[in-house]
């Protein structure tokens, strides 16, 4: 007998909804991700602006790097955070229990967070271009928009994995041991040339490295090709999956069986 079920798309658009409706009604969570990419473009791309570095303007260098941060540190927190309190809270449990699909599920975290990631970012251009710090072009802040969108599935997949690892009070923890410095070691902070020579050499196997460079990539400045770049972070994003897959399988056996 064949069973009757609600159509994917309309199911899909109301949890992207909702999940972004979450997001930005959790106050520091929306306070802190839209305002410490500005305040960190502030305090270290903003005083040296108009000065050389690399063949570019340090504005417009900083501006890439903290793009990257940002779009980074939201699709990490926003993914693993709310996995590990909905498992926390048993949340996941009802859910199994009502008509959502896992597709629409997770999609949904997805788009809301890249949602989010996207508005940070345009707001982190909108104060350069505003406080003189950087003049990007369109092609550049939309080049920047989208690698940084497509190159935070990497991320994403991380972000899940810490969610089943992890429970609701050491999740947000762990994530923070995991980001910041995961940014700095890859020069998203500080260029990578005034790091301590020990990470310079380890920056090259870091995620966020390449991810930066997709950034940089997008101002002219990039130290290898996106290509390159992309196939680096497609090599962590399949590590990730099969991480948070296996955790996953071994949540679902625990909660239903």
């Known amino acids: 007998m064949l069973l009757n079920t609600a159509p994917i798309a309309p199911m899909f658009v109301a949890q992207a909804r909702t999940e972004f409706l979450r997001l ?22 903003l005083p040296h602006a108009h000065e050389e570095l690399m063949d570019t303007s340090v504005g417009l260098y900083s501006l890439a790097s903290f793009s990257a941060y940002s779009v980074l540190t939201i699709v990490l927190f926003s993914f693993g955070a709310s996995v590990a ?37 345009l707001l982190l251009v909108a104060f350069a271009v505003a406080t003189g710090g950087a003049r990007p072009t369109a092609i550049m802040v939309i080049t920047l928009l989208v690698r940084m969108l497509l190159g935070s599935i990497a991320f994403t997949i991380l972000g899940f994995a810490v969610g089943y690892l992890s429970s609701i009070n050491s999740a947000i923890g762990i994530l923070n041991l995991i980001n ?76 239903f069986t």
């Open 85 to 121: 309190a909905e498992r926390g809270t048993g949340a996941t449990r009802l859910m199994r229990a009502a008509p959502l699909r896992p597709m629409a599920y997770f999609g949904g975290k997805i788009v809301a967070s890249m949602s989010f990631g996207a508005i940070a970012m």
């Open 180 to 255: 910041l410095p995961l940014s700095f070691a890859s020069g998203l902070f500080v260029p990578l040339p005034e790091l301590p020579p020990f990470v310079q050499h380890i920056a090259p196997y870091l995620p966020a490295y390449h991810y930066g460079q997709l950034a940089w990539g997008a101002v002219g400045v990039a130290q290898e090709s996106w290509t390159t770049a992309a196939i680096w972070l497609t090599g962590y994003a399949v590590v990730f999956l099969l991480i948070a897959l296996r955790a996953y399988g071994r949540d679902e056996r625990k909660e």
């Open 24 to 45: 930005i009604r959790i106050p520091a969570f929306t306070i802190t991700s839209l305002a410490l990419p500005i305040m960190f473009y502030a305090l270290f791309g």
